[in-house]
């Protein structure tokens, strides 16, 4: 005969015993923390099924901040890092080497996280490309939801090899925009501020007697800069040094393709450098800046005291002279006070 007690204590075994084993199996690869944001998940989840049979020796980990770290063909390199000049950008001076875990011509080496975004004003699907020595550096950037419906931005950064198999950069980077298919918040539209936005508007308005309005593309970058496009595209472009030598290190870039043409506007302070204005006003006799994709000027347009409008515009080698000058007399019009 069992007492009272006894019963009551076989019971709770039971009760136990049974709400053990009615708990989900716990599938996390090994390492990944169990408060892990659902959006690192999931691209870490889809990133390893993506890359199982196309590099198996990959190696995934979280470190101490958990983050996301993979490495395939990674080693050490000794690498010297840049120092700017803080009051003048073009000089600089290389530190003394350091170690730096990095990959192999056929290798990458990537991080990932996702952190708290409450109240960020982030606008839109950030993707970037640049070569950096050895290297080729992409970086991805978006708004996705957190555990408990807040926002996070969910950053990813790779550094490939020269040598990377194109079907392993393609894994990463369908990796993360399926990711951002699944989580990604909608994009807030970017509203630019009055004075930016007559601008823009008295600009669109000139331009449509020159170009066919719908071929027309304005991306708004932030309420204080603004860019139009068309018959453009992304470049893959090297700086030029005042020496005339080109920087070893490359970015994306908007520019035109043959017969387009790229204006960009941003408003800032009445810049000053060594007493003189950063562009000149917009100038009577058109003098472009020939440059390897395209030709370019700069100028502004002094909206009162403080502030300018800068613009920066790019011509295509094959845009007719004539819509060239249209194109520029078009901005003197829009910038100017009316």
Known sequence: MFTLTSKIALITVLCFAVSVRAQPPDNRPAGRPKNCSPALAFFDDTLRASLENLAPETVFRYNEREDLAVNFKSRKFMLHQLEKDEKNPKKGRYLEAIESNSPDAEGFYLGANSQDATGWSFREVKENSETRLYWKVRTWEALVRGAKGNQEKLGVWCTFGPLISPQ???????????????????????????????????????????????????????????????????????????????????????????????????????????????????????????EPYWARQQWHFDMDAKTAIYCDVKFGRALDAEVVKKIVQAMRDAGGKQ
């Open 168 to 290: 392993i950069e393609k894994a990463i980077s369908d990796a993360f925009a399926a990711t951002q298919k699944r989580y990604g918040l909608p994009t807030p539209p970017v509203i630019l501020e009055p004075s930016m936005a007559e601008v823009e508007s008295r600009l669109l308005m000139r331009l449509r007697d020159l170009v066919p309005i719908e071929k027309l593309e304005t991306i708004r970058d932030n309420p204080t800069q603004a860019r139009i496009g068309y018959l453009s595209r992304k470049f893959t472009v090297y700086y030029s040094r005042p020496n005339g030598e080109f920087s070893p290190n490359a970015h994306e870039e908007l520019g035109p393709t043959g017969k387009g043409f790229v204006i960009e506007l941003q408003k800032g302070d009445v810049y000053v450098n060594g007493g003189a204005r950063l562009f000149t006003e917009a100038p009577e006799k058109l003098e472009l800046h020939q």
